[in-house]
């Protein structure tokens, strides 16, 4: 979000409910996000379960994590099922999702955002975060994808971009924790952030 934008929504808000996800993103400080969906439409699909960990200090403080089933109350196919393992049974047991997001935005404050492909998990989000604060997510935000992608290209210009999550996985020496489950795709992210940061992207 422009500093603008941020400035005259700090100014129209900033005495509500909201004020502290508006504030400055603290320095050294992340929050890896990541959004278990029915299918990848944001248009017709729905959220299942929504995890996030805040990555600082050099860790993934998975004792401070953000962890909720959605309840849809809609069904949704077996292959959604195969994806991501939650039954429409677990589904229905859920919390719903305006309750799930508005104690997320309180839990999240103004702290930056990081995910692998976030752009589909914030687009997702986007209509309930305006339903509930009448603005966009105003926090900054992190894609592990374009980290990784820009790591490569100032190793080798010509050279493919690969942005297969278990190739970025795989290469920076993370295992991949519980696969399509929200909190150990938020963990995984978290610790290869914190590998590209503190190694960079290791040479071929």
């Known amino acids: ?16 409910e909201w004020a502290a ?13 990541d959004l278990e969906t029915t299918g990848m439409d944001p248009a017709r699909d729905h959220i299942l379960s ?4 805040p990555v600082r200090d050099g860790k993934v403080w998975l004792s401070e994590r953000f962890e ?12 959604s099922i195969r994806y991501h393992y939650i039954t429409p049974d677990e589904a229905s047991a859920g919390e719903p999702i305006t309750d ?4 997320f935005l309180h839990w999240l404050d103004g702290r930056r955002l990081l995910g692998y492909y976030i752009g589909f998990d914030l687009d997702m989000l986007a209509p309930h975060v305006r339903a509930l604060t009448g603005f966009d997510l105003p926090n900054p935000v992190i894609d592990l994808g374009d980290e990784v ?4 290209r100032r ?36 610790l290869c952030w914190l590998a590209l940061q503190r190694k960079g992207w290791p040479a071929d």
């Open 149 to 152: 992608a820009a790591c490569q």
């Open 68 to 79: 909720r089933r959605v309840h849809t109350g809609r069904r949704f196919g077996i292959e």
């Open 1 to 16: 979000m422009h500093p603008l934008n941020r400035w005259w929504l700090r100014r129209r808000h900033g005495a509500g």
């Open 155 to 190: 190793r080798r210009p010509d050279g493919p971009v690969k942005l297969d999550f278990d190739h970025i996985t795989t290469t920076l020496g993370i295992p991949a924790i519980a696969r399509h489950s929200a909190l150990g795709d938020a963990v995984t992210v978290g």
């Open 50 to 53: 929504l995890a996030a960990v």
């Open 21 to 33: 996800l508006l504030q400055a993103a603290p320095a050294g400080t992340w929050v890896s996000l």
């Open 100 to 103: 799930v997001v508005r104690d």
